[in-house]
């Protein structure tokens, strides 16, 4: 398996937007080595988090659907980014593209769902900008600031570092298998995705945490970049159903799906992918008691470049091809899905 980054499809896409613009000569990592892009903060020792993303692609898969969705969807995703870096927000910014004519109550619900995440991470929408389109497009720009030398980012973690999560994966997968498949709501509803940007968790962590990366595209996409830019692969321990929250694994279990599917597919659930020095394991664990926390140790960081799930049977994954999967079948979501079962069945 190749570890370059630029395997990768939406690495090659982001490289080769650096090939024409020139990045901050104080700029705290490489491109790609952060979820939040980190400067200094003028005036002090502190560093500027500052990130920016965008929901369409997902309204037109059908993932959202309802206004409320698409506003939390907008602050959480780059908050989320904030929390990877160990970041305190100061606030958001929108940019928001509604087709003419849309009616007032589409418009209070969108802006509703963005309070709404904007409350759970205890920060605010600074202001923004409204616009005509086409098609709805939501970007939110999120700014935060990290005390100096406590910033997380991709690189640092080495062989013998452990591997953690912040709570239950695959809420993204069964998400996105609901739009595809029209499950209905007594399964898994839209309103039941909302995941929460995991800021108070990545503070905790970032006095502890070698390296981090939130699981936007899902847990296999976060964990083979990890791998790439730090030439180290990872061992999961424990079964991917088991990995899985409770409403993503009644989905997998209703559906007779391979709840790997549900970790390997890129659209993720935001929580925080760490590795840890296992001199710091003892203190972090503690930390996180005392703080409530949830954090669940699941593998390890080897040497070897793999990714590899150990249990119930070893199975060793091309995450660069699962991670390509998605560009290569472009928005054919069902297609997509079929193929993504029988890559899985082959690794």
Do not use: K
């Not at 990592?29 to 692609?57: F, K, M």
């Not at 029209?182 to 039941?192: I, V």
């Not at 559906?255 to 710091?280: K, N, Y």
């Amino acid at each position: 398996m190749s570890r370059a980054l630029d395997a990768v499809a939406e690495n090659r896409a982001v490289d080769a937007w650096w090939r024409v613009l020139s990045r901050h000569p104080q700029q705290a990592h490489g491109v790609h080595e952060a979820d939040a892009e980190l400067v200094p903060w003028p005036g002090t020792s502190d560093l500027l988090a500052v990130t920016t993303d965008t929901i369409a692609e997902e309204i037109a898969l059908g993932f959202y659907r309802e206004p409320r969705t698409i506003g939390w969807m907008a602050a959480t995703v780059s908050l989320s980014d904030l929390a990877a870096v160990g970041a305190e927000p100061v606030g958001v910014v929108l940019a928001v593209t509604l087709p003419r004519g849309t009616d007032e109550s589409t418009r209070e619900a969108l802006a509703a769902g963005v309070e709404a995440a904007c409350r759970a991470c205890g920060t605010y929408v600074l202001g923004g900008d409204t616009n005509t389109g086409d098609a709805t497009a939501v970007t939110a720009t999120a700014v935060g600031r990290v005390p100096a030398g406590a910033a997380m980012t991709r690189t640092g973690a080495r062989a013998g570092d452990a591997l953690y999560v912040t709570g239950g994966l695959g809420a993204g997968g069964a998400c996105a298998a609901r739009a595809v498949l029209s499950l209905p709501d007594a399964l898994y509803a839209e309103r039941d995705y909302r995941p929460r940007a995991r800021l108070a968790e990545g503070r905790l962590c970032a006095p502890f945490a070698s390296a981090c990366i939130d699981t936007s595209d899902g847990l296999v996409a976060a964990l083979d970049q990890l791998g790439r830019l730090n030439d180290v692969g990872f061992e999961v321990d424990l079964a991917p159903s088991a990995l899985l929250e409770p409403r993503a694994r009644a989905v997998a279990d209703a559906l007779s799906v391979d709840p790997l599917a549900f970790l390997a597919q890129p659209h993720g659930e935001f929580e925080l992918a760490l590795t840890v020095p296992a001199g710091r394991t003892a203190a972090l664990e503690a930390a996180s008691r005392d703080a409530g926390v949830e954090l669940a140790r699941i593998g390890r960081v080897v040497d070897e470049p793999v990714l590899r799930f150990t249990a119930p049977r070893v199975r060793t994954l091309d995450g660069g091809r699962l991670r390509s999967l998605a560009e290569d079948l472009g928005r054919d979501a069902r297609h997509y899905l079929a193929a993504l079962l029988a890559e899985l069945q082959r690794q």
